[in-house]
């Protein structure tokens, strides 16, 4: 007898045909009615979720009484409440690494962007205001030769400082809970303490985990430690900066200006951080393009296929479920 697999976002025709071969699923749609009711009818049922996005944890999951797998279709596992899946032996999977160099680019995207004042000059010049060369108030920074500061130096962290310092001859700073002495050598990369990573670097891109250590790990202190013409980048998660902070910061010029994929609240319908013209903000789209999004998916089925066929998934978040 098949097992039974859940959809908790939308997916593909070409992954729920994956999946068909090996269990029984269940894609809640629209057309069927409210998405939430037809998920907690059919958790009961379930041996594996797969999706993206939806909190996930003892207050929505205690119906399932039959689930075996979690595999999140994200790097990033926060929506989930680790500590009870550890409790109930549910095993939670990720996708690493597929979306490395991808968020890598938007990362560097939105660095140019915010650098060299793309979006708002994009704006400016389609409202017509282009009527003579520009001058310096619209002058943008460069980018070449300046001080790239990564504060988080896992795969994508490197994948950003390669981009800098071979691409832009940027001097790259990190910080972080370890050193990594294969980037100092391949990049003359150098270790720094984070606040003083943030007072040297014309740039501070932030690719940490959300836990509570990295909580608001910037904060007005953080932000009032960095240099007034530096950007600040976050492809991160949106708690990592204290919004209202930042938002402080920017308006009153103490920052140069931000670069965001990521906010406290998503998705996010109103802020003053869209009031800014040295904001840059972006719906959350570091891994979205077609090819990175579909590798995605794949390893999300090949971490649940894994699970429910009683092989230990490639990508097992809480190792110590494993039996």
């Known amino acids: 007898m098949k097992k039974t697999v859940l959809a908790f976002s939308r997916i593909t025709p070409q992954v729920v045909e994956r999946l068909q071969q090996d269990f029984d699923v269940i894609v809640p749609t629209p057309s069927k009615g409210d998405i939430n009711t037809q998920f907690n009818e059919a958790l009961p049922h379930v041996h594996g979720l797969i999706g993206v996005g939806r909190k996930l944890g ?169 240099k007034s013409s530096a950007i600040l980048i976050n492809i991160s998660r949106g708690p990592v900066v204290d919004e209202p902070a930042l938002v402080e910061a920017l308006q009153n010029n103490r920052i140069r200006g931000a670069g965001l994929d990521v906010y406290e609240k998503e998705p996010l319908a109103e802020s003053p951080l869209f009031q800014l013209k040295n904001a840059v903000t972006l719906p959350h789209i570091g891994s979205a393009t077609s090819e990175t999004r579909a590798a995605m998916a794949d390893l999300a089925v090949d971490n649940l296929r894994s699970a429910l066929l009683g092989e230990r998934p490639q990508n097992l978040v809480n190792p110590q479920v494993w039996k």
């Open 58 to 226: 003892r207050e929505q999951l205690q119906g399932a009484a039959n689930l075996q797998v979690v595999s999140s279709i994200s790097v990033g596992y926060d929506n989930y409440d680790l500590s009870y899946f550890n409790e109930r032996g549910i095993m939670l999977t990720n996708t690493p690494d597929v979306l490395t160099e991808s968020t890598a680019d938007l990362a560097f995207a939105l660095l140019m962007s915010s650098a060299r004042r793309v979006a708002e000059l994009d704006a400016w010049t389609k409202a017509g205001e282009w009527k003579a060369t520009v001058g310096p108030q619209l002058f943008g920074s460069d980018v070449h030769g300046k001080t790239l500061g990564i504060v988080g130096m896992g795969n994508i962290g490197a994948a950003i400082a390669r981009r800098g310092r071979l691409g832009f001859n940027m001097p790259i700073i990190y910080s972080g809970n370890s050193r990594k002495t294969e980037l100092e050598n391949q990049l003359g990369a150098q270790f720094r303490e984070l606040d003083q990573l943030l007072a040297e670097a014309d740039f501070v891109c932030l690719v940490v985990p959300l836990s509570e250590k990295t909580r608001h790990l910037i904060g007005q202190r953080e932000l009032t430690l960095m």
